[in-house]
């Protein structure tokens, strides 16, 4: 079974950043596609950013490119978001998930998800 915990989440200014992290335990996930996905108070869960098994190839939401990189270290079985120029519609709780499969497909849903972390950006 995986387990995925989030942190690094918290409060900030816009313009600010924020470096989100994602230790998976229960098994290696070095051959699994990672991403992170958010969910906006009355909003419905969006993708965010992913990254494949070994760390080759990133996709990102048009809403958080050139603003967010997604990172993995597989030696570590984490995972990083770091967050630059933060905007007040990125507040939201962001969650890690884990695919077994090592490419990661656009539209796909996740089998493992951690709890999340509650971002909130300020104005």
């Known amino acids: 079974q995986v387990q995925l915990v989030e942190s690094g989440g918290g409060r900030v200014q816009a313009g600010g950043s924020l470096r989100l992290s994602c230790t998976a335990s229960?098994?290696?996930?070095?051959?699994?596609?990672m991403g992170w996905f958010r969910q906006a108070p009355g909003k419905e869960r969006e993708f965010v950013a992913a990254?494949?098994?070994?760390?080759?190839?990133?996709y990102y939401a048009d809403s958080v490119k050139g603003r967010f990189t997604i990172s993995r270290d597989n030696a570590k079985n984490t995972m990083a978001l770091q967050m630059n120029s933060l905007k007040p519609e990125d507040t939201a709780v962001y969650y890690c998930?884990?695919?077994?499969?090592?490419?990661?497909?656009?539209?796909?849903?996740?089998?493992?998800w951690g709890q999340g972390t509650q971002v909130t950006v300020s104005s």
């Open positions: 229960g098994r290696t996930l070095r051959t699994y596609a």
């Open positions: 998930t884990a695919d077994p499969t090592p490419f990661w497909k656009p539209g796909s849903s996740p089998p493992y």
């Open positions: 990254i494949t098994w070994s760390g080759s190839s990133t």
